[in-house]
């Protein structure tokens, strides 16, 4: 990893970190408290606003034009519509475990994170709107919808709890010649993962102690070589997949850390089964 990757990279975990560890504990009151919840909403107006110059940083400079739509569903073989579904889940989720904390019922919860991360995506494609080079994506925003809601679908159809929605990062070639200021930016660089809990969807016993039942499978995806006009190559893997939730441990601070790691995809031994068989050893 480059050295501005691995800065990113602990930015995004960081942030992730403090807003599990901040909002983690279930408030001890059925009532909503007024002080925790104006705290949530002030930090989360102020990660939105991080989020704002990274975009403003990354692809709103310059001139502006007529608000206009434009269809980019196959431009970079849908990585992009999984990043949009990726993050709006992401803000989604910790958004509605804040307000957990703050008191707000579960499902309530889930269902105003839902929104307030989607109404931050639409704003996002509405300022894509403005820009000549880019417009408002309707399929954007159908993978905004998807990922904002989705914490919401998993709690109430236990069926969805056995999928875990991932991401990992590794600096392409493209990203190593600076081709994007921001890892997230360039899709050669994420592959997303769906990982499944096996001792649960197979319902065997001896697969539920934890040293076995932290393994899981996971199915990612990923692009390379692609020019922004629906050329390029998708890539699919078989890994193994880690659910460090399941460790049965009493220190506050490891679950945290292990919530945390929950979002991500760590390396693991990999099969590519496109384009072509190869196994990694490792992959990030």
Not at 16 to 44: E, H, M, Q, W
Not at 70 to 88: E, R, T, W
Not at 148 to 153: M, T
Not at 171 to 194: C, T
Request: glycine share 8%; hydrophobic share 45%.
């Amino acid at each position: 990893m480059t050295g501005r990757d691995k800065k990113f990279l602990a930015k995004f975990l960081t942030c992730v970190f403090i807003f599990n560890v901040s909002f983690s504990r279930a408030s001890d009151s059925s009532k909503v408290n007024p002080y925790r919840l104006g705290f949530v909403l002030g930090a989360t107006v102020g990660v939105f606003t991080v989020a704002h110059l990274q975009q403003y940083s990354s692809w709103w400079k310059g001139e502006l034009t007529k608000f206009h739509f434009k269809d980019d569903f196959n431009q970079v073989l849908v990585a992009d519509k999984l990043g949009h579904a990726y993050f709006s889940f992401l803000i989604s989720d910790l958004l509605g475990k804040s307000l957990q904390w703050a008191g707000v019922e579960k499902r309530s919860a889930f269902i105003w994170s839902g929104i307030g991360s989607l109404l931050f995506q639409t704003y996002v494609e509405v300022e894509d709107g403005f820009r000549p080079s880019l417009g408002f994506s309707i399929s954007d925003e159908v993978s905004n919808i998807i990922g904002a809601f989705l914490p919401y679908v998993r709690e109430k159809f236990d069926v969805l709890k056995v999928v875990n929605f991932k991401i990992s990062m590794f600096p392409s070639e493209k990203f190593k010649s600076g081709a994007h200021r921001f890892i997230v930016d360039d899709y050669e660089s994420l592959y997303f993962w769906l990982g499944f809990d096996v001792s649960e969807i197979l319902g065997v016993k001896f697969l539920k102690f934890w040293a076995f039942d932290l393994f899981d499978l996971a199915v990612g995806y990923g692009v390379k070589g692609i020019n922004w006009k629906g050329e390029g190559k998708r890539e699919i893997f078989l890994s193994i997949d880690y659910d460090f939730t399941k460790i049965p441990i009493n220190v506050w601070v490891l679950k945290q850390i292990f919530n945390v790691l929950n979002y991500y995809h760590l390396p693991a031994p990999t099969l590519r089964v496109t384009p072509g068989l190869r196994f990694y050893l490792i992959k990030f």
